[in-house]
């Protein structure tokens, strides 16, 4: 009986013999930071087939073949990439993006929604990041900025809403000086047709009220000082009447910005710490994600400028932002630092996050790729430990797009989208910069090389100043 049995098995295995995995790419002996636990798994070898990691295993059981690109990775430390939730694109020529990749950041949600046109390009574009893109920004009546929506009535908010649905929009963007009947009107129909909205919590609406109607995320902490004052009351009604005001004017005025913004620092003065304890409570029971962008407070807020003249980064901007920064870097050294208001910010953050709210990593503005390590660092120096910095700009941002089961950390089935470090990152976050290549679309990716291309770039739009220009 035995040797029939071994015959039959002989058989199979002859008629089905066993087929070993062709993978594209194999990383030995790494270890992997898995960014959910905020734990180290020691020694594994990942097998990475048409951008998908396929297997992860020990022992050196992957075979490689002729093609397969076989990586080291003794004593370095795999994370899945990172992803910057809240950047804006200024810059002329589309290979600037390169610099994104090359500091490890393989996906953005860009916040402007000017550049609709490149959707399509960019899918199978291995030296352009991942893009979500918003709808053109929403605001009031008489608009914050230029070349923004000014929505006027609730009619033409949801018809905003139906036209961004129809598009290649992802979510409605929103700003500040949008009205509580327009708002409602746009949250209104979004829920109907299951399409995101988020940005900035309005001046006219509570921070919990937009969190209970569904606002996916809100950018900068808008909205949060306000709600923790002791004057809330009168100073909703204060911003309503200065909207009222604003609504009417052709051109939002210097002299009504400063009022509006006038508001927020008397938020400051009257904040209190209990109902800073029971604003953040109650939002920790919705489902709205904070992105913060420290780092511009950072760099508005304590003028930390210096590296707009000794950070390498600045060798990557085109000559025209060069330029640019300079004479705005000496006129903010000259202006009053609001240090009350970043450090309250930076506890509110700690706190949010110790009551299981969601933070997500966003830049906002500076240098692409660069400023979001940045990021990271003002979160750890806030309070939260260098694996929930980690985390949001990994797991974090990865639920917040709902696509937790298909990126966001390194696992099998998961997208190939992997940085490796030369260093831990779980014992300092700022080994998020020391890269030794970065995995993307199947293609192996050195830092130096993309940067040094995008300085070529540079060169050819020596006479472009991007803030005048949009994207080709």
């Given at each position: 009986?035995?040797?029939?049995?071994?015959?039959?098995?002989?058989?199979?295995?002859?008629?089905?013999?066993?087929?070993?995995?062709?993978?594209?790419?194999?990383?030995?002996?790494?270890?992997?930071?898995?960014?959910?636990?905020?734990?180290?798994?020691?020694?594994?070898?990942?097998?990475?087939?048409?951008?998908?990691?396929?297997?992860?295993?020990?022992?050196?059981?992957?075979?490689?073949?002729?093609?397969?690109?076989?990586?080291?990775?003794?004593?370095?430390?795999?994370?899945?990439?990172?992803?910057?939730?809240?950047?804006?694109?200024?810059?002329?020529?589309?290979?600037?993006?390169?610099?994104?990749?090359?500091?490890?950041?393989?996906?953005?949600?860009?916040?402007?929604?000017?550049?609709?046109?490149?959707?399509?390009?960019?899918?199978?574009?291995?030296?352009?990041?991942?893009?979500?893109?918003?709808?053109?920004?929403?605001?009031?009546?008489?608009?914050?900025?230029?070349?923004?929506?000014?929505?006027?009535?609730?009619?033409?908010?949801?018809?905003?809403?139906?036209?961004?649905?129809?598009?290649?929009?992802?979510?409605?963007?929103?700003?500040?000086?949008?009205?509580?009947?327009?708002?409602?009107?746009?949250?209104?129909?979004?829920?109907?047709?299951?399409?995101?909205?988020?940005?900035?919590?309005?001046y006219s609406i509570g921070l919990i009220e937009a969190a209970k109607l569904g606002q996916k995320s809100n950018?900068?902490?808008?909205?949060?000082?306000?709600?923790?004052?002791?004057?809330?009351?009168?100073?909703?009604?204060?911003?309503?009447?200065?909207?009222?005001?604003?609504?009417?004017?052709?051109?939002?005025?210097?002299?009504?910005?400063?009022?509006?913004?006038?508001?927020?620092?008397?938020?400051?003065?009257?904040?209190?710490?209990?109902?800073?304890?029971?604003?953040?409570?109650?939002?920790?029971?919705?489902?709205?994600?904070?992105?913060?962008?420290?780092?511009?407070?950072?760099?508005?807020?304590?003028?930390?400028?210096?590296?707009?003249?000794?950070?390498?980064?600045?060798?990557?901007?085109?000559?025209?932002?060069?330029?640019?920064?300079?004479?705005?870097?000496?006129?903010?050294?000259?202006?009053?630092?609001?240090?009350?208001?970043?450090?309250?910010?930076?506890?509110?953050?700690?706190?949010?996050?110790?009551?299981?709210?969601?933070?997500?990593?966003?830049?906002?503005?500076?240098?692409?790729?660069?400023?979001?390590?940045?990021?990271?660092?003002?979160?750890?120096?806030?309070?939260?430990?260098?694996?929930?910095?980690?985390?949001?700009?990994?797991?974090?941002?990865?639920?917040?797009?709902?696509?937790?089961?298909?990126?966001?950390?390194?696992?099998?089935?998961?997208?190939?989208?992997?940085?490796?470090?030369?260093?831990?990152?779980?014992?300092?976050?700022?080994?998020?910069?020391?890269?030794?290549?970065?995995?993307?679309?199947?293609?192996?990716?050195?830092?130096?090389?993309?940067?040094?291309?995008?300085?070529?770039?540079?060169?050819?739009?020596?006479?472009?100043?991007?803030?005048?220009?949009?994207?080709?």
């Open positions: 009986m035995k040797q029939i049995s071994l015959c039959l098995l002989l058989c199979t295995l002859f008629i089905f013999p066993s087929r070993s995995e062709n993978y594209d790419i194999i990383i030995q002996n790494v270890n992997i930071v898995d960014v959910e636990t905020g734990s180290i798994v020691k020694n594994k070898d990942v097998g990475i087939q048409q951008q998908v990691i396929k297997k992860i295993t020990t022992g050196n059981q992957l075979s490689a073949n002729d093609s397969t690109q076989v990586i080291n990775g003794k004593g370095k430390y795999l994370i899945p990439g990172l992803w910057d939730m809240h950047v804006h694109f200024y810059f002329p020529d589309k290979e600037y993006l390169k610099m994104y990749l090359a500091k490890g950041v393989v996906g953005v949600r860009e916040m402007t929604g000017y550049r609709m046109e490149w959707q399509d390009s960019t899918e199978q574009n291995s030296n352009v990041p991942r893009i979500t893109f918003s709808s053109q920004i929403i605001d009031g009546p008489t608009p914050w900025f230029e070349n923004e929506i000014p929505v006027k009535s609730c009619k033409q908010a949801i018809q905003i809403v139906q036209e961004a649905k129809k598009s290649e929009s992802e979510f409605i963007k929103l700003l500040s000086l949008v009205s509580k009947d327009q708002y409602m009107a746009i949250a209104n129909e979004c829920n109907r047709l299951n399409f995101e909205f988020a940005g900035h919590v309005p950018e900068h902490l808008n909205g949060l000082l306000l709600a923790c004052s002791t004057r809330e009351k009168f100073l909703h009604a204060r911003l309503d009447s200065l909207l009222g005001v604003a609504s009417k004017e052709e051109n939002l005025s210097g002299i009504m910005k400063m009022q509006i913004m006038g508001c927020t620092t008397k938020a400051l003065w009257s904040f209190d710490q209990t109902k800073a304890d029971s604003v953040i409570h109650e939002l920790s029971k919705y489902n709205m994600y904070q992105c913060p962008t420290l780092g511009v407070k950072h760099r508005f807020q304590y003028n930390e400028l210096d590296w707009v003249y000794t950070d390498n980064r600045y060798d990557f901007f085109p000559p025209p932002v060069q330029k640019r920064y300079r004479p705005d870097a000496e006129k903010l050294k000259k202006m009053k630092p609001f240090e009350r208001e970043l450090k309250l910010q930076e506890k509110l953050l700690y706190q949010m996050q110790t009551e299981g709210i969601k933070i997500i990593a966003g830049s906002d503005q500076g240098c692409a790729g660069f400023n979001l390590h940045d990021e990271l660092e003002y979160f750890v120096n806030a309070g939260l430990s260098n694996a929930e910095a980690l985390q949001t700009a990994t797991i974090n941002a990865a639920t917040y797009m709902n696509k937790e089961k298909r990126m966001g950390s390194v696992d099998e089935n998961k997208l190939a989208d992997l940085v490796l470090l030369n260093a831990n990152p779980l014992e300092n976050i700022q080994n998020t910069r020391d890269i030794e290549l970065v995995i993307f679309k199947n293609t192996i990716i050195y830092p130096d090389q993309l940067l040094e291309e995008v300085k070529e770039v540079n060169l050819k739009i020596s006479n472009i100043d991007p803030f005048e220009k949009k994207f080709d």
